[in-house]
């Protein structure tokens, strides 16, 4: 039987990511704790993101590759096929495998962890299904659901999200994809190479979030090579006996499904959040301080995708870190965020790592690009399609940020979010090695032609000179 009233020193609501890494380090000070949990177990990364939509892209990037085998001398690829129910059942396998382990990390915690929805009657008191738990601290980290405009309730299921995607057993013939950022290039992309015919629907001329106007013309126009793209007009859907019809404009198409991801919503509803005594954004979510994660000056935090700022998981890591910390201690800390990292698992990766095209001044920044049509490896790999572009301050060659539509972007991403963390120029990544034939010579390049574009360009080798007081002489 249920204690009516328990006392803790944390309350945690969510048992996604930000809530579970947010007990790593509340452990470390005390075990005087409860995880709350309302809906099903599993991180939405492990159970409807980023592992079952990898595993998804993976399967679809394999049979795509069918493509190239004639050129490269393999015979009969053309008569592969694929069966769609084998899979879904087969990313359904692996998605089970990675929220069954997070499941398990859920479960250890025992009478800890309670099921039910937590309340706020007061800053620190909650009311879990009659339950009535005090605490000294709150985490809220109670995630976000895909947005469906309620216009198109009325089609049933026929309209899909990322969250109930995954558990299809079958796929249609025809989709829309109705917003094109990380979601929908992903699975709008994947659904092509399956073979099914996808409209990729977009309210703005935007794709993935880019926001330098060459990467996003490459980046259309290599993504409308293998998908249909709608972009910049409002869209119109309506009964057309089984299936959808979309309008914009002078164009209109007949679908038998429409994947909706135009968004998500915090999780913030029938939570009392109004009884915290702070203002509410129009969102829902209470005002609060982006560097501590605390709400006003109450000994309350709010993590991950609820608090809508970063919602990637490695950022909502980083949040349940935060959140944990100060949770419990006296005083908040601020905490300095990581450069800024965001990778679209299309093909070509779309990729940004630190300040944007958008963020900059364009008059006191050196911009260089690199294009792949004709790069060594990303021909031999028949990847050689995109472009990447630099910028840095001109005069001193610090690199500030970079946006790509690329192969291998993920890893070049990476690469370049380290150097700008580290605040490296231009030429000290020139004196790194590059080996070869690899995609990173395809950086070198735009760095080289980055550097003669820098106010203090000296044309010398890109090669550390010798310090005279570490050289050993000949006796």
């Excluded at 079952?52 to 015979?75: L, N, T």
């Excluded at 404009?249 to 429409?258: F, L, P």
């Excluded at 590059?434 to 550097?451: C, K, N, Q, T």
């Excluded at 080798?461 to 570490?470: H, K, M, N, R």
Aim: glycine share 10%; charged share 25%.
């Amino acid at each position: 039987m249920k204690e009516k009233n328990i006392d803790v020193d944390v309350a945690v609501i969510g048992a996604g990511t930000s809530g579970l890494v947010a007990l790593r380090e509340i452990q470390k000070v005390t075990k005087n704790f409860v995880l709350i949990q309302d809906g099903p177990y599993g991180t939405t990364c492990a159970r409807v993101g980023c592992m079952p939509s990898k595993a998804f892209i993976q399967i679809a990037d394999d049979y795509h590759r069918r493509a190239f085998y004639e050129q490269q001398g393999i015979r009969g690829g053309q008569h592969l096929t694929a069966d769609i129910p084998a899979v879904m059942r087969r990313v359904r396998e692996l998605r089970d495998q990675f929220a069954g382990g997070m499941m398990k990390k859920t479960e250890r915690f025992g009478e800890k962890f309670i099921k039910g929805r937590a309340r706020f009657l007061e800053p620190t008191v909650l009311d879990v299904d009659g339950q009535t738990i005090r605490a000294k601290s709150v985490i809220i980290a109670t995630g976000s659901h895909p947005i469906v405009p309620d216009a198109w309730r009325k089609f049933g299921a026929r309209i899909w999200t990322s969250d109930n995607f995954f558990e299809l057993e079958d796929l249609p013939s025809s989709v829309a994809v109705i917003g094109l950022g990380v979601i929908g290039l992903e699975l709008g992309q994947a659904l092509a190479r399956l073979g099914i015919d996808v409209l990729g629907v977009a309210r703005s001329q935007h794709l993935g979030g880019i926001s330098d106007p060459v990467v996003l013309e490459s980046a259309a126009e290599i993504i409308g090579r293998e998908m249909t793209l709608w972009r910049g007009q409002p869209t119109e859907l309506s009964e057309s006996g089984d299936a959808i019809t979309l309008t914009a404009g002078t164009q209109s198409k007949t679908v038998d499904a429409v994947l909706a991801t135009i968004g998500r919503r915090p999780n913030v509803d029938d939570m009392g959040l109004d009884n915290l005594g702070v203002p509410l954004r129009p969102d829902g979510v209470p005002e609060h301080d982006p560097d501590t994660l605390q709400i006003g000056e109450l000994p309350v935090f709010i993590a991950g995708d609820v608090n809508a700022a970063r919602p990637i998981l490695h950022e909502a890591w980083d949040d349940g870190r935060i959140a944990g910390y100060n949770a419990v201690r006296e005083e908040a800390a601020c905490f300095l965020r990581r450069t800024p990292l965001h990778v679209i698992f299309s093909d070509p990766n779309i990729a940004m790592a630190g300040q944007m095209h958008k963020d900059l001044d364009k008059d006191a920044v050196a911009t260089s690009e690199i294009r792949f049509e004709d790069q060594a490896r990303a021909l031999i790999k028949n990847e050689n399609a995109g472009i990447l572009r630099l910028y840095a301050t001109p005069a001193t060659g610090r690199l500030l940020g970079t946006e790509m539509c690329a192969p291998a972007g993920e890893h070049l991403a990476h690469l370049l979010a380290w150097c700008i963390q580290q605040k490296l120029t231009v030429h000290d990544m020139l004196k790194m090695p590059f080996y070869h034939p690899v995609i990173e010579e395809g950086l070198r390049s735009a760095l080289e032609d980055l550097a003669r574009t820098l106010h203090d360009h000296v044309d010398v080798p890109d090669l550390a000179f010798c310090d005279e007081t570490s050289m050993s002489g000949l006796t």
